[in-house]
């Protein structure tokens, strides 16, 4: 797919332009849950709210309220099509056709709306809050973050001259053509794109993920993107996401319900999805707690993300619990997802699943040649491995800018649980920087679940 990228920002009336193309343009597991959320909480209220963690960077001033807010508008006036409504009907998903049961199309259908929002300009940030039924406010999430980061983008476009334009995306092209070469003949390496929230636009991300598919070829597994693996063809990659434990610990009625409550969430999962997109998320409030105390049978659920944990860490431990349990970890899957870019993909495959030879170390690999070097690695795999790919994939236009190299920066914006059924969300997180909540609710959580393997490190985008 050619897509003249300065041409149609130089030239195209943004304003006019919807960043939400469709409901589908969001993470699939946001569908996934929302099914779940309809089936067993569809009168619990929730709300969210949009944090920006690169406070340098003063989103309010570059980005007109009056454009956020329209755009906003425009998302809420979306309906689901008809023919997406049957694609999400007669689509297989992780090689299981039906996972939407034919209830919650009807209501997706009939009665999905997304709930109002208030916005105002603080400080030169935006607060951005949801409230409603958690059905009607849970998919704000990725709409929000990816029209934020767009808007971004189409100010610092226009800034640029038509030449400047071509300069940036050449660059950008180039840099993503270079990722690709790296990763391109790594034996058993597969790589999903799971950047939608952070993209530096919707047609740079289909862009992407176009050009993924056709140099990667077997290694690149699908996207998270909804509408674009309905636009494509491809398989839509997700399972579930903080949201759930956080909202079902906020419900709980007292210290022993909150510590039962992130084994509740795995029940009641599994017995919605029948047994399948059994992947666990163990770090909501810490993963060496919730594997220390996990009953038996989580550890027969298929595999685990990794998010706020060092993924050299968090993959060696969830291997020797698997060990300690009785169960093979090369059965198993290891999903990495947070501040992934090449050089780290490559040394995590080359950990998990591979054997690495003469003092060889995850760092030295970079490239694919480095695994075709027998002094090197051995394809002898310790878990299946798997990679995905977000911000870094669809937002490095790091120091592409012509003029003067900054200013297309990803942002590490996130919109997160603030409560369930009014009472305090709170993500304990494997890292204390990423800890969310109320402080005294904070504190209390620490106690319930202790604090043992959380670390206290930077935050990466």
Not at 270 to 296: H, M, N
Not at 396 to 411: A, E, S
Not at 446 to 458: K, N, S
Request: glycine share 6%; net charge negative.
């Amino acid at each position: 797919m050619i897509i003249n990228f300065s041409r149609r920002a130089h030239d195209h009336n943004w304003e006019l332009d919807p960043i939400t193309r469709s409901l589908l343009d969001t993470d699939f597991y946001k569908l996934l849950m929302l099914q779940f959320i309809w089936k067993h909480f569809p009168k619990t209220k929730a709300s969210f709210s949009l944090i920006n963690r690169s406070v340098q960077v003063r989103l309010g001033d570059q980005i007109g309220a009056d454009q956020l807010r329209e755009q906003l508008e425009q998302t809420k006036r979306l309906r689901f099509r008809k023919s997406e409504l049957i694609w999400l009907a007669g689509n297989t998903f992780y090689g299981r056709r039906g996972i939407f049961e034919p209830a919650f199309l009807e209501w997706l259908d009939r009665d999905f709306r997304l709930s109002d929002f208030d916005l105002s300009v603080q400080d030169g940030q935006f607060s951005l809050t949801f409230h409603g039924l958690w059905t009607e406010t849970t998919m704000w999430e990725i709409y929000a973050l990816a029209v934020i980061s767009e808007l971004k983008t189409r100010a610092e476009l226009k800034r640029l001259s038509e030449f400047e334009l071509d300069i940036l995306y050449a660059r950008a092209k180039t840099r993503l053509w270079g990722k690709m070469e790296a990763l391109r003949g790594v034996p058993d390496l597969k790589i999903s794109d799971f950047g939608t929230r952070r993209r530096h636009s919707f047609l740079w991300q289909e862009y992407v993920v176009n050009a993924m598919r056709a140099t990667l070829v077997g290694s690149f597994s699908g996207t998270s993107n909804t509408y674009l693996a309905y636009k494509h063809d491809l398989e839509a990659m997700g399972t579930n996401a903080h949201e759930l434990p956080m909202a079902l610990a906020a419900m709980a009625k007292n210290d022993q319900e909150l510590k039962a409550s992130q084994y509740r969430l795995l029940e009641l999962w599994q017995q919605t999805y029948q047994g399948e997109l059994l992947i666990l998320l163990p770090d909501t409030f810490g993963s060496t707690q919730f594997l220390r105390d996990a009953p038996d049978w989580v550890a027969d659920w298929t595999g685990q993300r990794m998010d706020s944990k060092d993924p050299y860490v968090a993959g060696d431990e969830y291997i020797a619990w698997l060990k300690q349990r009785g169960r093979d970890p090369r059965e198993k899957l290891l999903i990495a997802s947070d501040a992934l870019d090449v050089d780290r993909i490559l040394g995590l495959h080359a950990y998990f699943a591979g054997t690495l030879r003469n003092g060889a170390s995850p760092s030295d690999f970079h490239q694919a040649s480095d695994f075709l070097d027998g002094q090197k690695w051995v394809p002898e795999r310790r878990i299946r491995f798997s990679a995905g790919w977000g911000t870094l994939l669809t937002n490095d236009f790091r120091n592409c800018n012509p003029r003067d190299g900054d200013g297309f920066d990803p942002v590490g914006l996130v919109c997160k649980l603030n409560d369930a059924d009014g009472r305090p969300a709170v993500k304990l997180s494997d890292n204390f920087q990423k800890a969310l909540g109320e402080p005294e609710e904070v504190q209390r959580y620490q106690r319930v679940f202790g604090i043992a393997g959380i670390t206290d490190a930077p935050v990466e985008t």
